[in-house]
């Protein structure tokens, strides 16, 4: 007589890597994707995004393959730094990556702070200073 069993091998998510732009502007959509390798059960994969201010949101991700998901970023205005974080967790563990992420944005205003007048011969100061901004700008006067 002869039987035979079914077993299932449980283990844990090997490796987690997320994909996508290291830089990114405002009023914009940008795509990511994390692979986890391994797991069995198949990992269930979770996104959080935090800000310059250490605020952090969960997004939904889509579920695009097996152990791959991918996640759509939409940015505002006040987005600075950020630190995308997926996760891939089964009954048998978990593992995580992290990106950091620059925003490009350029300053909402330009002053120039002077004399309205100035006499022939004499020097004037002039400064010039902008909003926050990143990266640095180049100021050119003309």
């Excluded at 600075?80 to 909402?108: A, D, F, W």
Aim: proline content about 8%; overall charge negative.
């Amino acid at each position: 007589s002869a039987a035979s069993i079914i077993l299932h091998v449980h283990e844990t998510p090997r490796n987690a890597v997320i994909s996508g732009p290291k830089v990114i502007h405002h009023e914009d959509e940008f795509t990511y994707e994390c692979a986890v390798e391994g797991g069995n059960p198949p990992p269930e994969i979770t996104w959080t995004v935090s800000d310059h201010l250490g605020q952090t949101k969960e997004l939904k991700g889509e579920l695009i393959g097996a152990g791959l998901s991918r996640m759509m970023l939409k940015t505002g205005s006040e987005e600075r730094m950020l630190t995308i974080n997926c996760v891939g967790e089964n009954t048998q563990g978990r593992v995580s990556h992290s990106k950091h992420v620059h925003t490009h944005y350029p300053p909402t205003s330009v002053e120039i702070t002077g004399p309205t007048t100035a006499t022939p011969g004499e020097y004037a100061h002039f400064t010039c200073v902008t909003t926050e901004t990143f990266p640095v700008p180049a100021l050119k006067w003309k």
